[in-house]
């Protein structure tokens, strides 16, 4: 079993960043894919971005291409998210999840983390 712990959450206005990490603990952590996930108030959680066991490869939702960045550090048991050009809409509670399988779907991933919550203000 794997361990997971998200960190970086805050209060941001709009256009301004953040950077999401999410700290893994247990099992050898490059058996593992990690994605992020987020989930609003009154609304289903969706996928954001999925990066492969080696971090050579990564999905993004199209609402967040080319403003998100995934990656991992497999030394040091962590994957972030780095967040760029924030909008309103990215408000949610940001969760870390990852599976020994690669699937991008919320119902495909088996260990999730608490979540941190990421307020962007216009």
């Known amino acids: 079993q794997v361990q997971l712990a998200e960190s970086g959450g805050g209060l941001v206005q709009v256009g301004g960043s953040l950077r999401l990490s999410c700290a893994a603990s247990g099992r050898t952590f490059s058996d593992y894919v990690v994605g992020w996930f987020r989930q609003a108030p009154g609304k289903e959680r969706e996928r954001v971005a999925v990066?492969?066991?080696?971090?050579?490869?990564?999905f993004y939702a199209n609402s967040v291409k080319g403003r998100f960045t995934i990656s991992r550090d497999n030394a040091k048991n962590t994957v972030y998210l780095q967040m760029n050009s924030l909008k309103p809409d990215d408000t949610a509670v940001y969760y870390c999840a990852a599976d020994l399988n690669l699937g991008l779907g919320v119902e495909e991933f088996d260990y999730w983390g608490q979540g941190t919550q990421v307020t962007v203000s216009s």
């Open positions: 990066i492969n066991w080696s971090g050579g490869g990564t």
